[in-house]
T-cell receptor, first 112, second 115 residues
Framework: GQNIDQPTEMTATEGAIVQINCTYQ??????LFWYQQHAGEAPTFLSY????GLEEKGRFSSFLSRSKGYSYLLLKELQMKDSASYLC?????????????FGTGTQLKVEL | DTAVSQTPKYLVTQMGNDKSIKCEQN?????MYWYKQDSKKFLKIMFS???????INETVPNRFSPKSPDKAHLNLHINSLELGDSAVYFC??????????????FGSGTRLTVV
């Protein structure tokens, strides 16, 4: 089976840095995604890691360690608009078809 | 121009009714999906179609029947609606189910409420 864990909620201050962790146990791993979802809206793609290491994209960075089954999303210079749910998702190769399997999401609240 | 559009955005209906949700993508993608997001915000895959062919069916009750008339459309028909079907249903697409690099593009969701 698959297991993807991330904290349910986090709170951070505007202008600060926050790290959202994700651990996973799965077979057929073929990459890890981070998505952002504002309340009442569609999830939007943030990052994709398939190799170990850090991927940086503006204020957002994502890290992957395949051997540890661990990833994190780093958000710098937090803004109020970053308040959203952040979804960790693993891409899994299966015999029947490849699929993106999501964790339960981390609700991030950015405060003044 | 919306990349993945689904209609309706809201759907309120009584138990036992049959309803459909439509989805269209203009990205030229080969693969389309239906996901269900429950009240705890957990997003779970239901179906996946590649070039009109079903490739994933995640043990969804057979009251749910997807249909893909062409690779740009994936509709979801639900028979005999139950209270537990209340959720937000998201359609998504990707360039190819073999190559994940571009990620999935999601529609804006259909909030289904069964009363």
């Amino acid at each position: 089976g698959q297991n993807i864990d991330q904290p349910t909620e986090m709170t951070a201050t505007e202008g600060a840095i926050v790290q959202i962790n994700c651990t996973y146990q799965t077979s057929g791993f073929n990459g890890l995604f981070w998505y952002q979802q504002h309340a009442g809206e569609a999830p939007t793609f943030l990052s994709y890691n398939v190799l170990d290491g850090l991927e940086e994209k503006g204020r957002f960075s994502s890290f992957l360690s395949r051997s540890k089954g661990y990833s994190y999303l780093l958000l710098k210079e937090l803004q109020m608009k970053d308040s959203a749910s952040y979804l960790c998702a693993v891409y899994i190769l299966t015999g029947g078809g490849n699929k993106l399997t999501f964790g339960t999401g981390t609700q991030l609240k950015v405060e003044l | 121009d919306t990349a993945v559009s689904q209609t309706p955005k809201y759907l309120v209906t009584q138990m036992g009714n049959d309803k459909s949700i439509k989805c269209e993508q203009n990205l030229g993608h080969d693969t389309m999906y239906w996901y269900k997001q429950d009240s705890k915000k957990f997003l779970k895959i239901m179906f996946s179609y590649n070039n009109k062919e079903l490739i994933i069916n995640e043990t969804v009750p057979n009251r749910f029947s997807p249909k893909s008339p062409d690779k740009a459309h994936l509709n979801l028909h639900i028979n005999s609606l139950e209270l537990g079907d209340s959720a937000v249903y998201f359609c998504a697409s990707s360039a190819s189910f073999r190559d994940p690099r571009g990620g999935y593009t999601f529609g804006s969701g259909t909030r289904l409420t069964v009363v």
